[in-house]
Structures are given as structure tokens and as C-alpha cells.
């Protein structure tokens, strides 16, 4: 059973500080790794996607990845209130497989 | 904004009847696959399809069936609805011919079933 995953939290933080996500995959072969941010009652959104070992940065995000380690984490930088939402982690094993199999998701409370 | 467009965007059903949801995809997305994400959950994948052909299926029953038309538009038909159904569904689309593409949610179709 490929499996994703994460700590359902809550976890809160307080605003401006440094939210780091954590998640873990069971698939030595997966390929690619997504992170999307949910805000209840909404569909999810893409933050970042990354395939490589190392650090990935976009802004006030920056998605880190060790295949050796199987994990994969996101860390949200100047925290504000409006990160404040469920984050999902999300695996595609192959290429030629479009297929995602998503953790259960953390919920973040950002505290002003 | 994605580009993928769902409807409808909320619906209201009594157990035992059948639901079709549908999928724009993003322009120049060939591969849609369907999602089904009940309250507290992950997506939870139902399956895909590329060129018109199912492409990958989930662990769902054969009561979830789906389409795609030659313009990459889907559908995703359920029937014989069960009260676990009531979720939010969502399609995304993914451009196979870029590697490492992202994958593009809609906005999804709310589904309670009664």
C-alpha cells in the first residue's frame, strides 16, 4: 500500500514566524511532490511541486525534498494569517502516471 | 484561477439516484482525472483519462464510470448514490507532454447525497 503521510495537527505559529510542514511517503519510486494549500469548503491549490533532492524556493516558500529519506517538507517563511489553511501533501510515483495519492493534510492556524 | 472549470458547483441528491459532474480542462491539458474528497480526508484518486480512454482507476466500485470527449472535457457519472458519497469532487488536468507538470485542480462540485 503506497501511503502519504502527515501530521494532522493542528499546528499553530505565530504570525511571522517560520511554519514548517512535514511528510513523509512509503515509495521508494516516486517521482514527484506536490504541496497545496486548502481553505475550507475550496478546492485545493498548488503551491509548489518539486522532483529533485534539495531546496526548492518560491517566495515565502520553500519545498525540501530527501529521497533517501523518503520525506519531504514545506516551510512557509513570515508566517501571516492568510496561510492559516490545510496543507496537503501530495505523491506521483511515475511520469506516466498522473496519478496523485495525497496525506490526510495539516491543518496550520496562524496566530496574530 | 486554473483554468479547469466543474459543474455544477454544488448539488443536492436523494440516496439511490445518479449524478453526472462535469470537467473543462485546461487548454491544452489531454489527461483529466477525477478525485473524491470526503470531509477531514485527502483526495482520494477515482481515475483518469487520456485520449478518450480510461487511463488508471482508484478503488472504487463500478457505479463511478466516466467520459472524455475529443475536446479533453469529462464527465464523471455515479450511480445508484450511497449517503458516503456526499464529498467534494474535483478534476484536474495535467499536460502529459511536459514533464514534471503540475496538475491543476477545478473548483470542484460539492455533492451531499440525502
Known amino acids: 500500500q503506497k501511503e502519504v503521510e502527515q501530521n494532522s495537527g493542528p499546528l499553530s505559529v505565530p504570525e511571522g514566524a517560520i511554519a514548517s510542514l512535514n511528510c513523509t511517503y512509503s515509495d521508494r519510486g516516486s517521482q514527484s511532490f506536490f504541496w497545496y494549500r486548502q481553505y475550507s469548503g475550496k478546492s485545493p491549490e498548488l503551491i509548489m511541486f518539486?522532483?529533485?533532492?534539495g531546496d526548492k524556493e518560491d517566495g515565502r516558500f520553500t519545498a525540501q525534498l530527501n529521497k533517501a529519506s523518503q520525506y519531504v517538507s514545506l516551510l512557509i517563511r513570515d508566517s501571516q494569517p492568510s496561510d492559516s489553511a490545510t496543507y496537503l501533501c501530495a505523491v506521483r510515483y511515475n511520469f506516466g502516471n498522473e496519478k496523485l495519492t495525497f496525506g490526510t493534510g495539516t491543518r496550520l492556524t496562524i496566530i496574530p | 484561477e486554473t483554468g479547469v472549470t466543474q459543474s455544477p458547483t454544488h448539488l443536492i441528491k436523494t440516496r439511490g439516484q445518479q449524478v453526472t459532474l462535469r470537467c473543462s480542462s485546461q487548454s491544452g491539458h489531454n489527461t483529466v482525472s477525477w478525485y473524491q474528497q470526503a470531509l477531514g480526508q485527502g483526495p482520494q484518486f477515482i481515475f483518469q483519462?487520456?485520449?478518450?480512454?480510461?487511463?488508471g482507476r482508484g478503488n472504487f466500485p463500478p457505479r463511478f464510470s466516466g467520459l472524455q470527449f475529443p475536446n479533453y472535457s469529462s464527465e464523471l457519472n455515479v450511480n445508484a448514490l450511497e449517503l458516503d458519497d456526499s464529498a467534494l469532487y474535483l478534476c484536474?488536468?495535467?499536460?502529459?507532454?511536459?514533464?514534471?507538470?503540475?496538475?491543476?485542480f477545478g473548483q470542484g462540485t460539492r455533492l451531499t447525497v440525502v
Open positions: 483519462y487520456y485520449r478518450e480512454e480510461e487511463n
Open positions: 518539486i522532483y529533485s533532492n
Open positions: 484536474a488536468s495535467v499536460d502529459r507532454a511536459t514533464v514534471g507538470t503540475e496538475a491543476f
